[in-house]
């Protein structure tokens, strides 16, 4: 089990794509190895060892473990930690970070399906940039459904990597019409409209990551196509 480590960070950049969601990149001291998939606890508030840990809250690590000199994520406003974040975080501020933590990895090698719905899609995103820096040729489908078109923060950074990994096909789910997307599925993520092309020999790993409800619905559809339970691993948050 890796050794949770407790560091300062400093925010280099702050992209505020909408009023909703942001991504952060932090400089942060010491960095820890850590797993594509793993998640941090992140602070507002100065830690100091000699009291408890300040509110935090959880988030995927979006960057690689091939560059620790920086972390990336990316967060949804809901509820007042991260609408204080939105508010008050700007370059140059100085936040605690709590890592790694958690068993969403994706270490088996076989064929996979990545399924992320909305900020579920960051844990992706850092297994694909190691995958870009160390060339794995793991076959892999990567499954991305938002809300808006607008809401398709990382589409350029994942048709770089579909160029650079060529045995990686990314399909992009949006619920309102995408208008001038080309290659864009209208709709809600669905198994049925990606089965046809992820069902190989050997049946890839399954990996969902998004909001509870995305999750509880994609499972059972895999399952009611017969795919075993041990073959779905899930990140589930709130």
């Known amino acids: 089990m890796a050794i949770v480590t407790k560091i300062p960070a400093r925010i280099s950049q702050v992209h505020r794509h909408s009023q909703t969601h942001c991504s952060l990149v932090l400089e942060p001291q010491r960095c820890p190895r850590f797993k594509p998939g793993q998640f941090l606890h992140l602070a ?12 935090s809250r959880v988030f995927s690590i979006a960057s690689s473990p091939t560059r620790r000199d920086q972390l990336e994520l990316t967060f949804v406003v ?5 609408q204080r974040m939105m508010q008050e975080i700007q370059v140059g501020d100085t936040v605690w970070l709590k890592l790694p933590y958690g068993e969403f990895t994706f270490d088996s090698g076989h064929p996979a399906v990545f399924i992320g719905g909305g900020t579920g899609i960051t844990p992706f995103l850092s297994y694909l940039q190691w995958a870009a820096d160390k060339k794995v040729d793991r076959l892999i489908w990567l499954c991305y459904g938002v809300k808006t078109p607008q809401d398709l923060l990382f589409k350029d950074r994942l048709d770089n990597w579909q160029d650079l990994l060529p ?3 990314v399909f992009y789910f949006v619920e309102q019409e995408p208008e ?5 599925h209208r709709g809600r993520l669905d198994v049925s409209a990606i089965w046809p092309r992820v069902q190989t020999n050997p049946a890839p790993e399954f ?3 998004g909001p509870p409800a995305m999750i509880d619905t994609l499972s059972a559809q895999l399952v009611q196509k017969g795919v075993q339970t041990e073959k779905i691993h899930i990140d589930e948050w709130e």
């Open 180 to 184: 001038g997307l080309s290659g864009v």
């Open 78 to 82: 809901k509820g007042p930690f991260t």
């Open 207 to 209: 990996y969902l990551s």
């Open 44 to 55: 507002l508030d100065e830690y100091d060892p000699s009291f408890a840990w300040p509110e």
């Open 167 to 169: 045995n990686l096909s």
